[in-house]
């Protein structure tokens, strides 16, 4: 079974930072990427960044230049570095990763539980 564990949720103020942690566990052969999506009441769930076992990144417009995708091959784990943060970054956010699974050809999209990032004063 493999799973996704995420951490680094939680309240800020405006202009505060946050880093949310993902790690990946179980019988992976290999992680093609692994990404942050967030949901807020009302809204669609949106893309926030992506990196790519090459460590090719991909950002969503709103967040380019204050949030920052990384990983950890060693530990298949990423992180998400969220600065300046606004009251709109409020949101569900999600982790996802598209992986291969031991013993199996056709790659597979994952998810975490969810952590709530919540911005206000």
């Known amino acids: 079974q493999v799973q996704l564990v995420e951490s680094g949720g939680g309240l800020v103020q405006p202009g505060g930072s946050l880093r949310l942690s993902c790690a990946a566990s179980?019988?992976?052969?290999?992680?093609?990427?692994m990404g942050w999506y967030r949901q807020a009441p009302g809204n669609q769930r949106e893309l926030v960044a992506s990196?790519?076992?090459?460590?090719?990144?991909n950002y969503a417009d709103s967040v380019k230049g204050r949030f920052t995708i990384s990983r950890d091959n060693a530990k298949n784990t990423v992180y998400l570095q969220m600065n300046s943060l606004q009251p709109e970054d409020t949101a569900l956010y999600y982790c996802?990763?598209?992986?291969?699974?031991?013993?199996?050809?056709?790659?597979?999209?994952?998810w975490g539980q969810g952590t709530q990032v919540t911005v206000s004063s």
């Open positions: 996802n990763a598209n992986l291969k699974r031991r013993m199996l050809y056709a790659p597979e999209n994952y």
């Open positions: 179980g019988s992976i052969f290999s992680i093609n990427a």
């Open positions: 990196i790519t076992s090459g460590g090719s990144t």
